[in-house]
């Protein structure tokens, strides 16, 4: 029995299923290797991680608190 041959449109498809099917393997593999030279943080940097992560929330918190006193008397003048 012969083969049938493919038509020009599946066998794009094909090459492009192939070539997708790689691209997911080396990006599995990218993820592989990172998720492996990961590493717990130890005390000392998990310390300054969450101390920059305060300072970032309390300055947001601030800058926030401080629009919000300004605007309010601006708006009221503006309005009135």
């Given amino acids: 029995m012969s083969k049938r041959a493919e ?4 066998e794009a498809s094909s090459k492009g299923k192939a070539r997708n ?3 997911v393997k080396k990006y599995v593999k990218r993820c592989t290797m990172l998720v492996r ?18 300072i970032g929330v309390v300055l947001l918190g601030t800058v926030g608190y401080a ?3 300004v605007s309010i008397p601006l708006n009221n003048m503006l309005l009135s």
């Fill in 7 to 10: 038509s020009p449109k599946e």
């Fill in 21 to 23: 099917d790689n691209a």
């Fill in 37 to 54: 030279r990961c590493t717990k943080p130890d005390n000392k940097e998990y310390s300054k991680i969450a101390r920059s992560a305060g």
């Fill in 67 to 69: 629009l919000k006193l």
